[in-house]
């Protein structure tokens, strides 16, 4: 399995971007998928998560409110849908996969800069 990010770039504060993470593969409707972030100086840090089936979701206090992780098992995609960023948002977001055999999977990166 592969991870490939988009969707990233530079927005105002306030602003909406949506990332997508592609997956190839067969396996994608069975993993558990998340996205991460990791800004300058900081560790990686968890933003979302959802369940195979895509019936539970989960977020950090930082976005909870407003950002929406969501994912489409017959495109293969999950997406990450945020709004009213804020120039701490800014940072690599990053797709994550955990397959049924506990296998971690990790996208490329993908910069998301957000401007006061």
């Known amino acids: 399995v592969q991870l490939v990010e988009s969707g990233g770039g530079l927005v105002q504060a306030g602003g909406s971007l949506r990332l997508s993470c592609a997956a190839s593969?067969?396996?994608?409707?069975?993993?558990?998928m998340g996205w991460y972030r990791q800004a300058p100086g900081k560790q990686r840090e968890v933003v979302a998560g959802i369940t195979s089936a895509g019936n539970i979701t989960n977020y950090s206090d930082s976005v909870k409110g407003r950002f929406t992780i969501s994912r489409d098992n017959a495109k293969n995609t999950m997406y990450l849908q945020m709004n009213n960023l804020k120039p701490e948002d800014t940072a690599v977001y990053y797709c994550?996969?955990?397959?049924?055999?506990?296998?971690?999977?990790w996208g490329q990166g993908t910069q998301v800069t957000v401007s006061s």
């Open positions: 593969g067969n396996t994608f409707g069975s993993n558990a």
């Open positions: 994550h996969a955990r397959t049924p055999w506990g296998t971690s999977i």
